[in-house]
């Protein structure tokens, strides 16, 4: 059974930085693509950034270029979002999900619970 989970979310004022963190357990890591989501309430699930299984990049929403940065380290079996320079607009519940096939970047089938991440002004 594939298992995500996020963590590193927190209350934090505007300009300031977090990481987030994602271990998949279940299945190997490396040759799946991983990506952060993000969620406020009564909105849809947007993606924010994407590394694939090859190491490609894409970041989704503009607001966030030059200010995150996705890694993934296959070793540890770990994703992470780097966030720096953190908006009040960037509040959200972060997720980390995952497509059910290997070398395909979608759809996403498989996520974790989320984390929080809240920035106040």
């Known amino acids: 059974q594939v298992q995500l989970v996020e963590s590193g979310g927190g209350l934090v004022q505007s300009g300031d930085s977090l990481t987030l963190s994602c271990v998949v357990s279940?299945?190997?890591?490396?040759?799946?693509?991983m990506g952060w989501f993000r969620q406020t309430p009564g909105m849809e699930r947007k993606p924010v950034a994407v590394i694939s299984w090859n190491g490609g990049i894409t970041y989704w929403l503009d607001s966030v270029k030059g200010r995150f940065i996705i890694s993934r380290d296959n070793a540890k079996n770990t994703v992470y979002l780097h966030m720096n320079n953190l908006k009040p607009e960037d509040t959200a519940r972060y997720y980390c999900?995952?497509?059910?096939?290997?070398?395909?970047?979608?759809?996403?089938?498989?996520w974790g619970p989320g984390t929080q991440v809240t920035v106040s002004a």
């Open positions: 279940g299945r190997p890591f490396s040759p799946y693509t």
């Open positions: 999900e995952t497509p059910r096939n290997a070398h395909s970047d979608f759809p996403f089938d498989y």
